[in-house]
């Protein structure tokens, strides 16, 4: 529990990162963010700590306080602007786990990547020329390019403009709490107010 996933959003409500209850509890309790409730009430640390536990809760010597799932940082406002890590789980998020020659959306123990210009011909390893292939297309490419192989890509490799935290989260949310946050379009549709003219 202590090392599970709270979502941290700068003074804006933007997400801006990913932390442990453990460094969230610090954060609330130093005073540098704020806990936020399913109906976007703000709490500092004593207030939090006076709620009622739920399920999801720690228990101290002297009491048990509710596991927060949100913070909103109190003087943070800008946004992260790390760059995205070259991986092979990027790269198969980058192309939603779809073979780039087949189209065939795979599990990712079915996928593997491929060099589009092949290393052999002075292709390098990097964004712009990996991508992710089925096992048959890699076999049928080998060490051709796809135009020597008589294949086609489906879209152009390019470097990815997301951050993980927000690729990730956006493909699966861990906690309910996270939505509104994380689906700005979607809670503003279901969020506003209905007038009756």
Not at 72 to 86: E, I, N, Q, T
Not at 87 to 93: E, F, G, K, P, T
Not at 136 to 149: D, F, M, S, V
Not at 178 to 185: C, E, K, T
Request: with cysteine; charged share 25%.
């Amino acid at each position: 529990m202590i090392n599970s996933a709270v979502l941290v959003l700068n003074r804006y409500y933007q997400p801006v990162h990913v932390t442990s209850v453990k460094r969230a509890f610090s954060l609330l309790y130093q005073g540098v963010a704020k806990a936020i409730d399913q109906q976007y009430r703000l709490y500092e640390f004593a207030d939090w700590a006076a709620l009622s536990a739920t399920n999801d809760c720690i228990t101290t010597i002297n009491r048990t306080i509710r596991v927060p799932r949100v913070l909103v940082l109190s003087a943070y406002d800008h946004l992260p602007r790390g760059r995205v890590r070259f991986s092979r789980l990027n790269i198969y998020a980058r192309d939603a786990d779809t073979c780039q020659y087949c189209g065939k959306n795979l599990p990712r123990s079915e996928l593997n990547l491929d060099h589009v210009m092949p290393r052999t011909q002075g292709g390098k390893t990097t964004w712009e020329n990996v991508v992710c292939s089925c096992v048959p297309c890699n076999l049928k490419k080998g060490g051709r390019t796809p135009e020597q192989a008589d294949m086609r890509l489906l879209k152009k490799p390019v470097r990815p403009r997301w951050t993980p935290l927000f690729r990730g989260a956006s493909r699966k949310v861990t906690y309910q709490e996270w939505l509104p946050f994380l689906h700005l379009a979607d809670a503003s549709y279901w969020n506003v107010e209905l007038l009756d003219e």
